[in-house]
């Protein structure tokens, strides 16, 4: 089937608030640009390797159990992050994976931000249900 690779920008919210409080600059809000992010439609959520996470200074707030192909795990779960895809962007909480492991956006991350994977073109596409544009579905 191959592979859909995009570029993800991810940054601290905290650091956000903190610059629109006048707290910090806006130059100094942490920030990681991952060229090359997975768009995996059988995770469910953004899942960033531990060094990003520690770039980005998130704090663990929980553990959940998840399944994996190999049976179960604890996962943790850390702070709010932004992310930004192709211009348009949300929030959410991260997922802990390994380093090497490679960044995946998940099903829930793409359909936030009104994403499908076209398989056959190998990239993403705006949903063709909202007209290819990003909007809050309310259904």
Not at 51 to 58: F, H, K, T
Not at 110 to 131: A, Q, S, W, Y
Request: with cysteine.
């Amino acid at each position: 089937m191959g592979r859909v690779q995009v570029e993800l920008k991810v940054e601290s919210v905290e650091d956000l608030w903190a610059a629109r409080k006048g707290e910090i600059l806006p130059e100094a809000v942490r920030t990681v640009i991952i060229p090359d992010a997975l768009a995996d439609t059988g995770a469910s959520t953004l899942c960033l390797p531990t060094r990003v996470i520690q770039q980005l200074g998130l704090k663990k707030v929980k553990e959940r159990t998840a399944r994996i192909a190999t049976g179960t795990t604890i996962l943790s779960i850390y702070d709010i992050v932004q992310f930004t895809i192709m211009g348009r962007d949300d929030k959410i909480q991260v997922i802990e994976v390994p380093d090497g492991t490679p960044t995946l956006i998940g099903q829930l991350s793409l359909e936030m931000l009104c994403f499908v994977v076209d398989m056959k073109n190998h990239r993403l596409i705006g949903d063709p249900f909202t007209g290819g544009e990003h909007i809050v579905d309310l259904l």
